[in-house]
């Protein structure tokens, strides 16, 4: 794990170096990383989704005949969830990776 973390950090130092030359490596690098975090951020969002659905389900088990009452709001909040917390590939393909 710790040498993951190291090489994580070489690859930041040279893509930011390759950055301030203006190559277009760093460039491309650049655009992966950006392609990246955006999945990373699209895949927290779905995980928070489904910890509300998990929450929502022992919700209507422990509340029984009165859970439309009493978990509607963490209904209405996984609802809301869903429509914009979905995993999303990222859309530009201007990137060939080997």
């Not at 779905?46 to 919700?59: F, G, H, P, S």
């Not at 029984?64 to 995993?87: D, F, I, P, T």
């Amino acid at each position: 794990m710790r040498q993951l973390g190291i090489l994580l950090v070489l690859v930041y130092r040279l893509n930011c170096i390759m950055i301030l030359h203006g190559s277009t490596v760093g460039r491309d690098v650049a655009k992966l990383q950006e392609r990246e975090d955006f999945i990373r951020e699209s895949w927290i969002k779905a995980m928070e989704a489904r910890l509300v659905r998990d929450e929502l389900v022992k919700c209507q088990r422990h509340e029984g005949v009165n859970s439309l009452e009493n978990c509607r709001w963490l209904s209405e909040k996984y609802a809301q969830m869903l429509l914009g917390n979905r995993v999303r590939r990222s859309v530009s393909h201007d990137i060939a990776i080997d």
